[in-house]
Nanobody, 119 residues
Framework: QVQLEESGGGSVQAGGSLRLSCAASSSNYRMAWFRQAAGKEREGVAVIDYGGTRYAELLKGRCTISKDHAKNTLSLQMNNLKPEDTAMYYC?????????????????WGQGTQVTVSS
């Protein structure tokens, strides 16, 4: 099972930007970002796969997912952040389903990195 470690979270004001990173212990062509706000279910943010990317509506147009294949590192650039983006952000890998943003499809998860956006 691949090991994942997120970094890059922090506190920003509304309108600010953050870049999250996820270091993977091995190569995975299909990796995704999820987030979970306090008291809410975990939800998909973006996935990168063979042939492209897919974004959920919640951050579409305000984030970009990318991967450095040589370093096995996944990134999420988030811009124009809003208070409702406050959540723990998780990196995920090892899904058999193309472009999946479904939590149960992934078997490898990082510990998460906290993003807090103040108004």
């Amino acid at each position: 099972q691949v090991q994942l470690e997120e970094s890059g979270g922090g506190s920003v004001q509304a309108g600010g930007s953050l870049r999250l990173s996820c270091a993977a212990s091995s190569s995975n062509y299909r990796m995704a970002w999820f987030r979970q706000a306090a008291g809410k279910e975990r939800e998909g943010v973006a996935v990168i796969d063979y042939g492209g990317t897919r974004y959920a509506e919640l951050l579409k147009g305000r984030c970009t997912i990318s991967k450095d294949h040589a370093k096995n590192t996944l990134s999420l650039q988030m811009n124009n952040l809003k208070p409702e983006d406050t959540a723990m952000y998780y990196c995920a890998a090892s899904s058999p389903h193309p472009f999946s943003l479904t939590v149960r499809d992934y078997t490898s998860w990082g510990q998460g990195t906290q993003v807090t956006v103040s108004s």
